[in-house]
């Protein structure tokens, strides 16, 4: 099936710190989403992206869509602890079914 | 509204063994989803809905069944647990597409001994 390389895996985060994550791919995808997922819960829904070349922002975070199609990023500025969590990037192609991708943890710095 | 509701929250089950993982939705979306979430794997399609009365196969749909008999529930089962099949399961629906936003419910963890 379709693979969808996240990266980091993980990463700590200092509070105030900017954070950037990406996703990419061997294959293109039309829609490009990132959702966060707290410890117990289901993921939600931060930003879509529907165009190549798309920026959008939700409050501190920042999503792009590649315009080769293939990646996305994520940046979170002046982060918070709250912004700790797991984040997921998944795509869309052609089809009706959304490929995640492995996930990033962001920890906070002890 | 409820949103999208799981039950049971945590099953153990012997391999071998039959069971029925519930997702009910009170939102009238028209498609509903199933996923099963593993370490370092993100979320994996396992089958979807696009309304009453039609399914199809996501990425691993092998040991798996679903049906759609009205709009509201989605129940997934399980015909003969597995190992493998150890897991986290979330349920997720939106309005009419994959890239609408997708509500997850509260997930479903499994362990089969």
């Known amino acids: 099936g379709q693979q969808l390389n996240q990266s980091p895996q993980s990463m700590f985060i200092q509070e105030g710190e900017d954070v950037s994550m990406n996703c990419t791919s061997s294959s293109i995808f039309n829609t490009w989403l990132w959702y966060k997922q707290d410890p117990g819960e289901g993921p939600v829904l931060l930003i879509a992206l529907y165009k190549a070349g798309e920026l959008t922002s939700n409050g501190r975070l920042t999503a792009q869509f590649g315009i080769t199609r293939k990646d996305s990023f994520l940046n979170i500025s002046a982060s918070i602890p709250s912004d700790v969590g797991i984040y997921f990037c998944a795509g869309r192609n052609a089809g009706n079914m959304l490929t995640f991708g492995g996930g990033t943890r962001l920890m906070v710095k002890p | 509204n409820a949103g999208v509701t799981q039950t049971p929250k945590f099953q153990v089950l012997k391999t071998g063994q039959s069971m029925t993982l519930q997702c009910a939705q009170d939102m009238n979306h028209e498609y509903m989803s199933w996923y099963r979430q593993d370490p370092g794997m993100g979320l994996r399609l396992i089958h979807y809905s696009v309304g009453a009365g039609i399914t199809d196969q996501g990425e691993v749909p092998n040991g798996y069944n679903v049906s759609r008999s009205t709009t509201e529930d989605f129940p997934l089962r399980l015909l003969s647990a597995a190992p493998s099949q150890t897991s986290v399961y979330f349920c997720?629906?939106?309005?009419?597409?994959?890239?609408?936003?997708?509500?997850f419910g509260p997930g479903t963890r499994l362990t089969v001994l």
């Open positions: 997720a629906s939106s309005r009419r597409t994959a890239t609408d936003t997708q509500y």
